[in-house]
Each structure stands twice: as structure tokens, then as C-alpha cells.
Nanobody
Framework: QVQLVESGGGLVQAGGSLRLSCVVS????????RGWYRQAPGKQREVVAT??????NIADSVKGRFAISSDNAVNTVYLQMNGLKPEDTGNYYC??????????WGKGTLVTVSS
């Protein structure tokens, strides 16, 4: 059974930093991508950053402030978030997309940025 478990969210002041982690277990699938999405209150879920075979992709809204990385030895994907802004507040979800087109999601971790 595939499981994605996020951690690292919390309350931080504007300008602060957080590092999110996502441990992936139970997946032996060939993956097209791994990444992070977020959903702010009252808004749709949006992509933040992904890792594919072609490299990394960062949303324009967080470019220069966020970075995505992975450690395959421990099956973990990270999201380093610097220079946080109140508009970065939301639930952050880890995602993997298999080569067969199936999405798996974690339950999310809440990030709250105070002004």
C-alpha cells in the first residue's frame, strides 16, 4: 500500500523558513514525477514544485524562495521554503504520479505564515 507522510509544517512569521518532508513508502512503481502542491482556504489546489526526469519545476509564485529536492536513499522529498509570506499559508500536500498516470497524495501538512 502506497503511503505518503508529510511533516514539517507549522506557524512561522513572515520572512521565516520551514522545510517540509515527505516520506514515500510502498511504491515500487515507475514514477513520472514527485512534488508538492498547496491549497489555501477557499482556493483550488495548485502545484508548488515538482521533480521529474527532466529536472525540477518551480511555480512562478515561489520561484527564488522555495526549492525542491529528494533523497532516494530514504525515499523522501523535501520542500525548503524561505522568505515565507502570508499568502503562502495553506495545506501542503505531497504527490507522486506514476508512469501509468495514477496520482497518490499525502494527507497534508499545514503551513501558517503570520504577518
Amino acid at each position: 500500500q502506497v503511503q505518503l507522510v508529510e511533516s514539517g509544517g507549522g506557524l512561522v512569521q513572515a520572512g521565516g523558513s520551514l522545510r517540509l518532508s515527505c516520506v514515500v513508502s510502498g511504491s515500487s512503481f515507475r514514477l513520472n514525477s514527485r512534488g508538492w502542491y498547496r491549497q489555501a482556504p477557499g482556493k483550488q489546489r495548485e502545484v508548488v514544485a515538482t521533480i521529474t526526469y527532466g529536472g525540477t519545476n518551480i511555480a512562478d509564485s515561489v520561484k527564488g524562495r522555495f526549492a525542491i529536492s529528494s533523497d532516494n536513499a530514504v525515499n523522501t522529498v523535501y520542500l525548503q521554503m524561505n522568505g515565507l509570506k502570508p499568502e503562502d499559508t495553506g495545506n501542503y500536500y505531497c504527490n507522486i504520479k506514476t508512469a501509468a498516470g495514477v496520482d497518490y497524495w499525502g494527507k497534508g501538512t499545514l503551513v501558517t505564515v503570520s504577518s
